[in-house]
C-alpha cells in the first residue's frame, strides 16, 4: 500500500489518500501540528502544510537518512528533567501537571516497554500546587533517557544502508501503534508509512481510567482522532493547551486527563476540539477509544482489551456536554507520603457517554448511581450538574415524565413544610422530613418490577402530592404520558428517569398552582 509519494529529496503526504485508515489520519494531523509548532524547521528542510496536503523536501547536500534524522530530532524531545516533550501538542513550559500527566500516559501506553524508554530506575518527584487548596501535593515520574520515536528504534528505518539511503520495507512496532499484533510475523509497512505513523503519538489524547465499577481491568485509553483537515486540527490542538487556569477545555489538565470511562474521554475530547474550532464543518470527523488494561492471557503488558467508535452525532450529546462541564470534576486524594491520587467526583459523565455511544438512551442504568445510599447521598452533591443535564434534555417524552415528577416533588415539599410548621418540629423539622420521603420514595422506585407496578407509584405519588387533584404539567401532557408509562418495554427506560427526576429537582420560590378537579 502507497501511502505517499517519493520523490528526489521530497516526501508528499495526502489526507485523502485511498489507502488510508483512521491511524494514518490521526498522525498526519500530529505531523502538521508538529511542522506548524515550530518556530524554525530544521536546518536544511522545508516543510508546506495546507488543509490536505504536507509536503517535506531537503536540501541535495543531505541525504535521506540525515533528513529523516533531523525530522525526528525536532519533532521527538526531552525537557531538561528528562520529560517527554512533543512540540506537536504545542504545551507551554509552565504546564509541569499537563506535561507530567502526558509523560507517564505515554508510559503506560505507546511506551510500556522499558527498552522504548530507557531511563533512570528510581522515580523523581516534585509538588504540585493543589486547585482546592494551599497544601501541595507529591507527584511521581521516571525519567527517561530517550524514547523509540527519537530514532525510530524497532522499526528498521535506520539499519544497513551505506549511502544514505533508508530500506523501502520498515517495521510497525506497538511503540507505534498501541495494542498492534505482531503475531507470528512483523507488521511490516513502506518506509514513508512508518515514518508517518510515528507522529500517531503527537495526535492522541490518552486518558486515565478510573470508573465507577472496580471490577474492570481497563486501565487507560488512547483517542485517536479521525482527522479531515489537518491545519483545523492542528490549530484546535495547539489551544487546547492553553496555561489559562480559566480555559474552558476539560482534557488540558493532569485532573481533566482522569476520566470514569473511555466513552467520557473521547466525548471530552471531541468536545474540547468543537470548542477549539477544529470540528466546525470539517476538522475532525469522530475518534476511536483504544482501551488499553490488562488481559488474562498477558499478565506483564497492558494490550488493547476494546476499542470503540465515537462520534458526535448523537441527539442528546448537550445531556453529555451539561454533566461534563463541572471544571472541578475530579478530587485529589493523598497518600501517607502526600502523593496525589486523582479520582472522578462522580460518574454521571461517564454513565452519559457510554450510553450514547453505544446507541442507548443516555438514562439507561442510571439506577446504578442510585443503588446504595451512599451511591445516592454522594449525587445530591452533583445538583449542578443533574439541574444543567435536566434542561439539556431534548426528548419531549423525557421532559414530560421529569416536568410531572418535578411538579409532584414540588407539592409534596410544600406539604411536608406545613406539616413541620403546623406540628411545631422547628428548623430542621421540615429537612428532616423531606430526607424521609426523599428515601422513602427512591426505595419505592427501586422495589418496582414491572412497568404496571412502577406507573400505579407515580400515578398514586402525583395524586398524593395534590391530596387527589390533578397536576398540571400531567394534564398538559397526558395522553404522552399514558402511553408511556403503560408501555412494558418502556418499565427500565421510566424508572431510570424517575430516579433522575428525584436528584435533578430544583426547588422552587413558590407553591406552583394546582388545578383541582
Request: aromatic share 8%; charged share 25%.
Amino acid at each position: 500500500m502507497e501511502v505517499a509519494t517519493k520523490t528526489d529529496n521530497k516526501l508528499i503526504y495526502k489526507l485523502n489518500e485511498p489507502g488510508y485508515t483512521i491511524y494514518h489520519r490521526a498522525a498526519l494531523g500530529g505531523l502538521a501540528s508538529t511542522i506548524l509548532a515550530w518556530d524554525q524547521p530544521p536546518e536544511g528542510m522545508h516543510f508546506s502544510v495546507d488543509e490536505e496536503t504536507i509536503e517535506i523536501t531537503w536540501a541535495s547536500s543531505l541525504s535521506e537518512k540525515e533528513a529523516i534524522e533531523r525530522l525526528l530530532a525536532a519533532s521527538f524531545k526531552l525537557t531538561d528533567d528528562k520529560i517527554i516533550d512533543l512540540p506537536g501538542q504545542g504545551i507551554d513550559n509552565d504546564r509541569a501537571d499537563l506535561r507530567v500527566a502526558v509523560h507517564n500516559l505515554l508510559t503506560q501506553t505507546f511506551l510500556q516497554h522499558p527498552k522504548m524508554r530507557p531511563g533512570e530506575k528510581s522515580p523523581r518527584q516534585f509538588s504540585l500546587a493543589s486547585v482546592d487548596d494551599e497544601e501541595a501535593y507529591i507527584v511521581s515520574y521516571k525519567p527517561i533517557d530517550r524514547y523509540a520515536h527519537q530514532t525510530a528504534q524497532g522499526t528498521g528505518l535506520f539499519d544497513g544502508k551505506k549511502n544514505g539511503a533508508l530500506p523501502s520495507i520498515c517495521t510497525i512496532p506497538q511503540s507505534i501503534i498501541p495494542g498492534a499484533f505482531t503475531g507470528a510475523q512483523a507488521l511490516n509497512a513502506s518506509k514513508e508509512e512508518v515514518i508517518l505513523l510515528l507522529y500517531l503519538i503527537v495526535s492522541c489524547p490518552i486518558f486515565q481510567l478510573r470508573p465507577k465499577s472496580q471490577e474492570t481491568k481497563a486501565q487507560s485509553c488512547v483517542v485517536v482522532p479521525n482527522v479531515i483537515s489537518l491545519k483545523r486540527f492542528a490549530r484546535a490542538l495547539h489551544r487546547l493547551a492553553v496555561s489559562d487556569v480559566q480555559s474552558p477545555f476539560k482534557s488540558n489538565s493532569m485532573h481533566g486527563r482522569v476520566v470514569g470511562g473511555a466513552e467520557e474521554g473521547a466525548l471530552r475530547f471531541l468536545l474540547d476540539l468543537r470548542l477549539a474550532e477544529a470540528l466546525h464543518e470539517e476538522g475532525v470527523s469522530g475518534c476511536q477509544a483504544i482501551v488499553m488494561g490488562k488481559v488474562a492471557w498477558d499478565s506483564n503488558q497492558i494490550n488493547r482489551s476494546m476499542s470503540i467508535k465515537i462520534g458526535l452525532d448523537y441527539p442528546e450529546i448537550d445531556v453529555f456536554r451539561a454533566a461534563n462541564e463541572k471544571r472541578d470534576s475530579t478530587r485529589l486524594l493523598r497518600t501517607k507520603k502526600k502523593e496525589g491520587f486523582i479520582v472522578p467526583t462522580n460518574h454521571i459523565p461517564e454513565l452519559v457517554a457510554t450510553n450514547l455511544a453505544h446507541g442507548r438512551h443516555w438514562c439507561t442504568n442510571f439506577i446504578s448511581l442510585m443503588k446504595e445510599q451512599e451511591d445516592f447521598s454522594k449525587m445530591l452533591f452533583a445538583r449542578e450538574e443533574l439541574i444543567r443535564m435536566k434542561t439539556a434534555i431534548k426528548d419531549e417524552v423525557d421532559i414530560a415524565i421529569i416536568n410531572a415528577f418535578h411538579d409532584a416533588w414540588n407539592h409534596t415539599m410544600w406539604q411536608l413544610y406545613e406539616r413541620a410548621k403546623h406540628e411545631h418540629l422547628g428548623s430542621g423539622g421540615a429537612d428532616r422530613l423531606i430526607e424521609k420521603e426523599r428515601e422513602k420514595s427512591r426505595n419505592a422506585i427501586l422495589r418496582t418490577k414491572t412497568s404496571d407496578t412502577l406507573a400505579a407509584w407515580f400515578l398514586r405519588f402525583c395524586a398524593n402530592s395534590t391530596s387527589g387533584g390533578s397536576l398540571s404539567s400531567i394534564k398538559k401532557e397526558s395522553e404522552i404520558i399514558r402511553q408511556f408509562i403503560f408501555e412494558p418495554r418502556n418499565f427500565e427506560r421510566f424508572q431510570n428517569l424517575c430516579l433522575f427526576a428525584m436528584v435533578s429537582y430544583e426547588s422552587k420560590s413558590k407553591k406552583t398552582t394546582t388545578n383541582q378537579e
